[in-house]
């Protein structure tokens, strides 16, 4: 269990420098998280982007990590393209979005041709450094998908988990979270809360400790466990998040940087690869944390 990013970044001491290969990095924010990333001994960079530009952003922001590749790229659907393929030649580990639209680099990374489809959907997951909890959280799907059915929430979870034990989580903690800790037949995120944890039961779903429905209070507070007298293996101590839709998931992550203050790091998962995949409005710093977690993963 990671307390922090600061925890995370410890852990990728131990390991190699990764390549990320970043489709359209033509932002401020993109090429100064790399350059950190890049600093700290994190990653080699591989780039595929109009090169003109590129070259004018970094003289203007005094960057100057050594590029391992590049491809110039004259519309975002090629650059998309082009670092997926950096990524197919093995040239590159795992993948970033730039400054394009999500659909586009999924679309790249879905491509049939491209060698890198599990048979999994491709999901999204938000960590978030809580100082409350004192851990971080991964809460999972709050970017890709929008009303997932059952067995599509049961392919995200299962993306989350494996996320989280490729980053050294031996048997991560998932809640599924509604708005109360019993199944009620007028809410069905509680109905299918508890078929999820039925799944689980059966080996559906593997690798993880799973309890639900629970509301968000039960999964992160032992207290709250302990006064509503809930049993199970879950006592305030989740690790993974599965929100019933997306905007239950993109306003619990948002409140984290908009409310609480906190960073937070986003990645998609349910390729043979990660891919960084952070909100337009992300700070460099939670770009940077995005590229460490990505990184981590790709390197197990």
């Known amino acids: 269990m990671f307390r922090s990013f600061a925890e995370l970044l410890q852990q990728l001491k131990h390991s190699s420098r990764k390549t990320i290969s970043v489709a359209v990095p033509e932002s401020a924010e993109i090429l100064l998280a790399l350059d ?27 960057v100057d990590f050594p590029i391992k590749h590049q491809v110039d790229a004259g519309d975002e659907k090629n650059a998309a393209e082009q ?3 950096f990524v197919v030649e093995g040239k ?10 999500t659909s586009t680099i999924i679309s790249a990374l879905l491509n049939k041709d491209s060698g890198l489809l599990t048979g999994k959907p491709i999901s999204h997951v938000f960590i978030l450094e809580s100082k409350v909890c004192g851990r971080l959280l991964f809460v999972t799907d709050s970017a890709v998908n929008i009303a997932p059915d059952l067995a599509r929430k049961a392919a995200i979870l299962q993306n989350a988990i494996d996320f989280t034990r490729k980053l050294g989580y031996a048997k991560p903690k998932a809640a599924i979270l509604a708005a109360v800790e019993y199944v009620n037949e ?9 078929q999820l944890v039925e799944m ?31 049993t199970g293996p879950i006592q305030g101590d989740a690790d993974i998040l599965l929100v019933p839709d997306i905007e239950a998931g ?11 203050g906190g960073p937070l790091a986003g990645v998609a998962v349910g390729a043979k690869v990660p891919m960084v995949l952070n909100s337009r409005a992300d700070t460099l710093e939670n770009r940077f944390y995005a590229i460490a977690a990505a990184s981590l993963a790709a390197s197990n």
């Open 92 to 101: 590159a580990q795992f993948v970033m979005k730039g400054n394009l639209k």
């Open 36 to 62: 950190r990333a890049y600093r700290e001994g994190i990653v080699e960079i591989a780039l595929a982007g109009d090169q003109a530009r590129i070259a004018k952003l970094r003289r203007e922001l005094k």
């Open 200 to 230: 689980a039961v059966q080996g559906v779903i593997s690798g993880a400790e799973v309890a639900g429905p629970l509301a968000l209070d039960d999964a992160l507070s032992e207290w709250v466990c302990r006064e509503k007298k809930i």
């Open 250 to 260: 993109n306003i619990l992550s948002k409140a984290q940087t908009f409310i609480a």
């Open 186 to 194: 007028k809410m069905p995120a509680t109905l299918e809360a508890a």
């Open 83 to 85: 670092a997926v393929q």
